[in-house]
């Protein structure tokens, strides 16, 4: 990061949050008073009255050094735990609030970035998490994340929009970053050997959610920098600031249709002033993968049980564009880890000289390793299968599911409580059929998701089953935790129309049951059927 942040860094500049954040411990303002200046920090109250601060990881790639900061700040301020959310930033919850301000002072030292992760602001960034790796990637995507990232930390107007503005870079065909659903998307093409991007603008989940139209089929990448200063300007004039509900980018294609919409947005881009530029870091390399181990390795190559080591192997390894070298999936349950849990993550990367790790949209880590470490690698991760399961052997905890009514304010249902009654289910159907539950993990894993509020924190929409909390009276006038379902979204399209039915959530697992049940009879009929044959049909 260049000296264009020295600013940002200066402790100075943020005397104003630790003065807020006084006058709330001595109740001289209220909450809705402190957040008007710490949500723009990613700092939110959670419903047990403690806080939860978020910190930008652009494009999800998660330094081993940094890793190491966020041990030391979370062993210093009493952090409770971790979450890898869905949108790849790094939240640490149960922070008292005492501890707010010297985190953000340690964080400022340690440069750990986290302003515009709330608030009205443009947010993190995504980028696929394979980005540079895979067969599948047309090129790396993560440079043109991260170039985004900092230019707009030099415009001043990316923090003072009408709502929240969110970027997306995917790699591949298959949109696994949600280009195609977010304010301003851009996915990988090149023309005539010419790196560049096909650019999406409009699409969001939540209230209004919409599928976004294509702006250009193909723009150069070193257009990216004025196609996103112009989408912060049409934002910053059009977007409705009188009411916040319909005060995102998708409510102004609504309110000007398509045509009018894309007229506008190039008038803004023959007049956007230019993004201060920074330096375009290198695209993936085999050199930037590894670096010398400084921890000795504390497992062997010898594979104790060789079938748990080949389901293991069948689900959480991909090969890479790189000789020699695979791609392993971490499952964390929830997304969430304990400050042990990243210390032993820490340690494993120490081990194996592993530079960084990627933080995938669903909650997981990708990180590199060479072949030969393979057993050992795995055996270093089942050595902690007592304290944490990372290997994926059950389905609980793998549903992608927001944090839900327990920890955050606006939540409606408990999202982990109900996603955990689907994976009950889902273990309970596969325990005597090891080779077709292989076969069938990552595509339920991928493809059902929960909610615990319209904000569509999971992606529900996306998915091609998604479940949605909400809280109505049953038939006999009692509150209760009801699913909206919504069946067929996919990376191209936001499926907005709710099934007629809804299903009490403590009812959810068997109606997951019932349709997987379906699946299996028609496979016996047909044994090419497979379980994305069943979630195709939901389109």
């Not at 990180?367 to 399961?389: A, C, E, G, M, R």
Request: charged share 25%; glycine share 6%.
């Amino acid at each position: 990061m260049s000296d264009m942040f020295d600013t940002f860094y200066d402790i100075h500049n943020y005397l104003f949050l630790k003065d807020s954040i006084n006058k709330y411990i001595i109740e001289e303002i209220d909450y809705l008073k402190l957040k008007k200046s710490t949500a723009q920090f990613g700092i939110y109250k959670q419903r047990d009255k403690k806080f939860m601060v978020r910190i930008r990881i652009t494009g999800g790639d998660l330094k081993t050094e940094l890793i190491s900061k966020l041990i030391k700040i979370a062993d210093n301020h009493a952090v409770n735990f971790i979450h890898l959310s869905s949108r790849q930033a790094c939240q640490l919850h149960g922070i008292n609030i005492k501890e707010l301000f010297p985190i953000f002072t340690q964080c400022l030292e340690e440069k750990i970035t986290f302003r515009g992760g709330g608030g009205d602001t443009f947010r993190n960034a995504a980028a696929c998490s394979h980005s540079g790796f895979s067969e599948d990637s047309v090129f790396d995507v993560l440079p043109y994340a991260k170039q985004t990232t900092y230019s707009l930390f030099q415009y001043e107007k990316a923090f003072t929009l009408p709502r929240k503005f969110k970027i997306a870079f995917s790699c591949c065909k298959n949109d696994c970053s949600l280009a195609k659903l977010t304010d301003l998307g851009f996915l990988a093409k090149i023309e005539n050997n010419v790196k560049g991007f096909e650019v999406y603008a409009g699409g969001g989940m939540g209230h209004g959610s919409s599928t976004g139209i294509k702006l250009k089929d193909f723009i150069k990448s070193e257009e990216v920098l004025s196609y996103t200063s112009a989408m912060v300007d049409l934002f910053d004039q059009h977007g409705d600031r009188n009411n916040r509900n319909k005060a995102r980018i998708r409510f102004i294609l609504s309110k000007y249709g398509e045509e009018k919409f894309k007229s506008l947005f190039f008038e803004f881009l023959k007049n956007t002033p230019n993004l201060a530029k920074t330096t375009l870091s290198k695209p993936l390399s085999i050199e930037s993968l590894f670096t010398k181990a400084t921890v000795e390795k504390t497992s062997n190559n010898k594979i104790i049980d060789e079938k748990s080591f080949h389901n293991w192997q069948s689900i959480a390894i991909n090969e890479t564009k790189f000789d020699n070298i695979l791609l392993v999936k971490l499952f964390v349950p929830f997304g969430d880890l304990t400050v042990e849990d990243l210390k032993f993550i820490h340690n494993l990367f120490l081990q194996y000289g592993i530079t960084f790790s990627r933080m995938t949209r669903t909650e997981n880590l990708l990180f590199p390793i060479k072949k030969s470490d393979l057993n050992s690698v795995y055996n270093t991760i089942i050595s902690h299968k007592p304290i944490k399961d990372f290997t994926g052997s059950s389905f609980n905890g793998l549903i992608t599911a927001c944090v839900g009514a327990k920890t955050c304010k606006i939540g409606i249902i408990n999202s982990h409580k109900f996603a955990n009654s689907i994976t009950k289910e889902l273990d309970e159907i596969f325990k005597n059929n090891e080779d077709l539950k292989i076969d069938c993990f990552n595509t339920l894993i991928e493809s059902i998701k929960v909610s615990g509020c319209p904000n569509s924190c999971s992606n529900h929409l996306a998915g091609p089953l998604g479940f949605q909390g909400i809280r109505k009276k049953n038939k006999n006038g009692v509150p209760t935790d009801y699913c909206k379902i919504f069946l067929g979204g996919n990376h191209n399209y936001i499926n907005t129309k709710a099934e007629n039915s809804l299903v009490d959530c403590n009812e959810i697992g068997i109606y997951v049951k019932n349709l997987i049940e379906k699946f299996l009879i028609k496979k016996e009929d047909d044994s090419e059927y497979k379980l994305c044959d069943l979630f195709k049909s939901l389109y």
